[in-house]
């Protein structure tokens, strides 16, 4: 495990933040600081330890917020949305995570009559599927800007930057709507996956294609990486290395206390929520011997399933666009449905190599049908041939739309992305 929390650490390198920094912590599924029997863990998790961290440095260029996380009461609902409807919870935490940011950001400025809105900037975590709200909440700065409440722009669009971005076992399961790290986000964003979960609730989203993002896999479940099992077992591991990835990315979090950090001396205890247990935490068994279930399970001989990224939504409408312009001139020369698609998806994708021609704004197949013209807002066309397209499946045309989106928000001096790792194996109990 040293070396996962070496490669943590590094993942912050030539990171640079803002003048004023918010950081904001959102914490997962039934996890609140304050409320620990809704988890029925003993403690509070890392995203609780690390916006603890942050307000021991609260000062007039540093301000931290934390949100508990889905089904923990008020705006984040209730078993429900813990359960199949999550996202109502998560657009409500990752909305007054804005306000919040908007309401320091207007005070620092008001307190500073030199500064500008160039010295603002925000920082986020989140576990489980506080990862999502996380994320959620850098798609809003991204889209938003900063706004007053009296609707002035403080900051216009794309123009506030995440200087940090710590991500602990991300989970959407349930969750609507885009899920991908916004063009804001400034690399090395930090994600941590769990090696020893296999519930099929808690499949992770799989961010490793971004450039900007180092993806560190680490030893235990899901709650062994994110926190609440102890206090200096595989998750004190993730917590120091998390801590390390924001400080040198110029966030300043107070160190790790010295009772939250991990011991080596100790064996790492790698837990399970699988399967049912009695009071002793012995497993149950049916009368053939098979360990009863507690949660659906994938393969855990096999490696763990992931999710992709969810689709953005402009992306979801040029695609929408090209299919119903091209779809009637396709079919009528013999195209089944599944083949429109793939062409459709071809021709969003080479849309996506010209961001600065502007959106298409038509899709013109030839007479002979052989090939498509996309018109952009600028009147410039990029051709594409209706034979190549169907060479590559929707879902191949789709990955590279996202590919080049993401490499348009990666800085031209970016560090190269460090390769997920394997760490030394623990113990399982």
């Not at 803002?18 to 599924?29: E, L, S």
């Not at 991204?142 to 706004?147: I, P, Q, T």
């Not at 009772?259 to 009695?278: D, F, L, S, V």
């Amino acid at each position: 495990m040293p070396q996962a929390k070496a490669v943590m650490g590094d993942a912050g390198k030539q990171g640079t933040s803002t003048r004023f920094n918010f950081f904001a912590a959102f914490d997962g599924t039934y996890n609140h600081k304050e409320k620990l029997d809704l988890s029925g863990d003993p403690h509070q998790t890392n995203v609780g330890n690390l916006f603890d961290q942050a307000e021991k440095n609260r000062g007039p260029t540093f301000r931290s917020s934390y949100y508990p996380g889905v089904g923990t009461g008020d705006d984040q609902g209730n078993a429900i949305n813990a359960g199949p409807h999550p996202t109502p919870a998560i657009d409500a935490a990752a909305e007054k995570a804005y306000r919040d940011f908007s309401d320091a950001a207007q005070t620092y400025l008001k307190q500073n009559p030199g500064a500008t809105p160039a010295d603002l900037g925000a920082s986020v975590t989140g576990f489980s599927r506080g990862c999502a709200a996380a994320v959620r909440f850098a798609q809003l700065v991204n889209d938003r800007g900063l706004v007053a409440p009296d609707g002035t722009v403080v900051a216009p669009p794309g123009s506030v930057p995440i200087t940090g971005m710590a991500l602990m076992d991300p989970v959407a399961t349930g969750v609507q709507g885009e899920t991908g790290i916004p063009a804001n986000v400034k690399g090395q964003v930090l994600v941590v996956q769990a090696e020893h979960e296999s519930r099929s609730w808690f499949r992770p989203v799989d961010y490793s294609d971004d450039p900007r993002v180092t993806t560190v896999k680490h030893p235990g479940n899901h709650v062994g990486v994110g926190g609440g099992y102890d206090r200096d077992g595989t998750a004190a591991n993730v917590h120091e290395g998390v801590t390390a990835y924001f400080q040198r990315r110029g966030v300043p979090l107070a160190d790790v206390p010295a009772e939250q950090r991990h011991n080596p001396n100790e064996p790492a205890m790698i837990r399970t929520e699988n399967y049912q247990t009695a009071r002793n935490g012995d497993v149950l068994t049916d009368e053939d011997g098979r360990k009863q279930l507690r949660w659906m399970v994938d393969d855990e001989t096999k490696p763990r399933i992931t999710v992709k990224p969810r689709m953005s939504e402009q992306t979801k409408a040029q695609l929408r666009q090209s299919y119903t312009e091209l779809a009637p001139g396709l079919k009528a020369r013999g195209l089944d449905g599944e083949q429109c698609l793939q062409v459709s998806a071809a021709c969003v994708a080479k849309a996506a190599e010209h961001p600065d021609w502007g959106d298409p704004k038509r899709y013109l197949l030839s007479k002979n049908g052989e090939q498509v013209a996309v018109q952009h807002q600028n009147g410039r066309f990029n051709e594409v041939r209706v034979d190549e397209a169907l060479q590559s499946s929707t879902t191949a045309h789709l990955d590279r739309v996202q590919d080049l989106q993401q490499a348009q928000a990666t800085p031209a001096a970016q560090p190269e992305r460090a390769a997920p790792v394997q760490t030394e194996p623990a113990l399982t109990r």
